[in-house]
């Protein structure tokens, strides 16, 4: 996660850098060397700090009912439903199809597998979403869901891959899914969460 957020703010200061030099060789071809330079400094910090402003009030705004594992980038989630795995297949099948930000489903039978991805956003670039399904035993099968960002150096995802994973669950109850009653966690790489 720290490289991650190295990363983020190397790039935060890389753009700001280019704006500032943009802006500053315009102002010193018009105005002088000393006045580019002046001009360069105060649009990288300006762009800089605008950028910060931004994207630190979106991630407020948009995560403020959200625990602090809830609005890590990458969410997973375990849980057991009843039935056979070609019925949770389907059902599964069924819920991404319905959610209208899922695009691009595919399915791998053998496998127990399902990969979607979701449609880009104001916030995101889009999510890859994966799911397994194994045999749980008499009439049950264990569910592993998963929602993590498209671009992989993403650091803020505002709690969409949280909502992603809200979203399934909550379609699978809609078409009938019967949840059967074993501990359900909602996990991500640094911490758990019951998830009911």
């Known amino acids: 996660m720290a490289r991650i957020k190295r990363q983020a703010l190397k790039s935060l200061v890389l753009s700001s850098a280019l704006v500032g030099a943009s802006i500053g060789i ?33 991630q407020l705004l948009l995560t403020r009912k959200l625990t602090a594992e809830q609005r890590h980038p990458e969410q997973s989630c375990e849980f057991g ?5 070609s019925a949770a297949m389907e059902l599964l099948v ?15 039978v053998k496998d127990g597998t399902i990969s979607a991805r979701t449609r880009r956003s ?6 890859d979403i994966g799911i397994t399904v194994t045999g749980g035993g008499k009439d049950q099968v264990w569910i592993k869901l998963s929602s993590a960002p498209a671009m992989k150096f993403t650091v803020l995802d505002y709690g969409k891959n949280y909502r992603n994973i809200e979203a399934i669950r909550r379609t699978l109850k809609r078409f009938g ?17 019951v998830l009911r």
């Open 177 to 193: 899914a019967v949840f059967v009653d074993v501990p359900s966690k909602l996990h991500n790489r640094d911490s758990s969460q």
């Open 122 to 127: 104001f916030v995101s670039f889009g999510e």
């Open 26 to 58: 315009m102002v010193a071809i018009r105005h002088g060397l000393r006045n580019g330079l002046t001009a360069a400094a105060l649009s990288a910090l300006g762009w800089g700090g605008l950028m910060a402003i931004t994207i630190g009030l979106l």
């Open 81 to 85: 439903i009843a039935g056979s795995e």
């Open 94 to 108: 069924k819920s991404l199809s319905d959610l209208r930000f899922v695009r691009d489903i595919a399915v791998n």
